[in-house]
């Protein structure tokens, strides 16, 4: 007789969002954008100066980055030929998440190779699809309609993030002083998520002038030190609203001055207000659980 034995999945992807290639020229910014979803992003040619909440690097060609759920993010193309990425986003469970993280690597050859796989699959099957330029955003739009092309694109995208090495971690560029006052700036904001945090405390803080701090964020993020520290807080507030906490209690915890702020500057950050949103999430958590 038989004994079967379980087999637990060290990633599990349920649902995908976005899959493409495409060249942008020298200069090009990504203003950047917040989700409650991963994504990856591999430089195939090129390099870019790129932005992950107080992360700051400076990428080239085989590295890869990846943005956690809720993570602001953006990126400067810097090379003068521009820049070939790969972009790929989804919803996943599974220890491997441990380890890619608000993490940045230099793929080895194993890696890299699976990475040019995925590029090659969505080139190969371009002409089903009506746009020629570069696959949809919405990759759930067309990966159902051909399940061994999903299936395909998925194994490679599972070998990808299987092969990718702590050891190959990247370290955040510090050199640049402005690199450093940013990435303290956002840490000292994460730690004081739930005050009113002005910028003459935070010049007191960290020791820098407020024009310093100013020009920081505006170089590394595209906003002001007070549009940032909104959308920490707007981002803070999804995580709770997913844990179940009401508005109430979410709108004084965050140092709001009423309830009333809160939602109003909630649904200015995200279109919908909390409770509406709060929905949204339990929808997409009954999705995936489908």
Same mark, same amino acid.
């Given at each position: 007789m038989y004994t079967p034995f379980r087999v637990t999945n060290a990633i599990h992807i349920s649902n995908m969002y976005s899959l493409f290639t495409i060249h942008y020229p020298n200069g090009y910014t990504f203003d950047g954008e917040v989700h409650d979803f991963w994504e990856c992003l591999f430089i195939r040619t @090129?390099? &870019?100066?790129?932005? @992950?909440?107080?992360?700051?690097?400076?990428?080239?060609e085989n590295d890869f980055i990846v943005h956690s759920p809720l993570e602001l993010h953006k990126f400067v193309v810097t090379s003068s030929e521009g820049v070939d990425i790969l972009v790929f986003s989804f919803d996943a469970s599974g220890i491997i998440l441990n380890k890619l993280m608000k993490n940045a690597f230099h &793929? =080895?050859?194993?890696?890299?190779? !699976?990475?040019?796989?995925i590029i090659d699959? /969505? =080139?190969a099957y371009k002409n089903m699809f009506t746009n020629k330029l570069h696959i949809s955003l919405r990759a759930a739009e067309y990966m159902t309609r051909d399940n061994i092309y999903s299936q395909t694109i998925l194994s490679y995208i599972y070998l990808l993030l299987a092969f990718v090495k702590e050891d190959q971690i990247i370290l955040p560029s510090s050199k640049s002083s402005s690199a450093v006052i940013f990435g303290e700036a956002v840490r000292c904001m994460e730690n004081n998520i739930h005050t009113n945090l002005t910028i003459p405390r935070l010049s007191r803080i960290l020791g820098?002038?407020?024009? !310093? /701090? $100013? =020009?920081? %964020?505006i170089k590394h993020s595209g906003l002001s030190v007070h549009?940032? %520290?909104v959308k920490l807080k707007i981002n803070t507030a999804i995580s709770y609203l997913s844990k179940g906490m009401d508005v109430t209690t979410l709108?004084? &915890? &965050?140092?709001?001055?009423? $309830?009333?702020h809160f939602t109003n500057t909630f649904k200015k950050e995200t279109g919908l207000s909390p409770t509406a949103y709060r929905k949204l999430l339990e929808k997409n958590h009954h999705s995936q659980l489908d």
């Open positions: @090129g390099s &870019l100066h790129v932005v @992950g909440d107080d992360r700051v690097y400076d990428l080239a &793929l =080895n050859a194993a890696a890299a190779c !699976n990475a040019a796989k699959c /969505i =080139n820098a002038s407020p024009t !310093n /701090i $100013q =020009n920081a %964020f549009k940032y %520290f709108a004084e &915890l &965050l140092g709001f001055s009423s $309830q009333a």
